[in-house]
């Protein structure tokens, strides 16, 4: 099992910065990809960005290359996404997710086994 637990949410104007950090603990080897992913207003779940642990290979949403920043801190133990640049738009729940795949898809949101509890980002 993996345990997920995200932070960093919160309210800012456009044209902000947010960082959001996920920490993981358990069996994180057998889970490499990890994903953050939001569920706009309304609207589905959606891929952001997404980072193998094992190759530290990135993939991005078109949406937010540029402007979002995936990273992986090896000593917290944590994943993390730094938002520049932000929009309305972007405003909605961030959940992180680790998965096992070939690629880190993240069009492949049923691939991503554990989900944590989600934290809010609001720009206005």
């Known amino acids: 099992h993996v345990q997920l637990v995200e932070s960093g949410g919160g309210s800012v104007q456009a044209g902000g910065s947010l960082r959001l950090s996920c920490k993981a603990s358990?069996?994180?080897?057998?889970?490499?990809?990890v994903g953050w992913f939001r569920q706009l207003l309304g609207n589905h779940r959606e891929g952001v960005a997404a980072?193998?642990?094992?190759?530290?290979?990135?993939y991005y949403n078109d949406s937010v290359k540029d402007r979002f920043t995936i990273s992986q801190d090896i000593s917290m133990h944590t994943i993390d996404l730094q938002m520049d640049s932000l929009k309305p738009e972007d405003t909605g729940m961030y959940f992180c997710?680790?998965?096992?795949?070939?690629?880190?898809?993240?069009?492949?949101?049923?691939?991503?086994?554990?989900w944590g509890q989600g934290t809010q980002v609001t720009v206005s």
């Open positions: 997710a680790a998965g096992r795949m070939y690629a880190c898809r993240l069009d492949r949101i049923s691939d991503y086994t554990y």
């Open positions: 358990g069996e994180t080897y057998s889970y490499p990809c």
């Open positions: 980072i193998d642990a094992g190759n530290r290979i990135t």
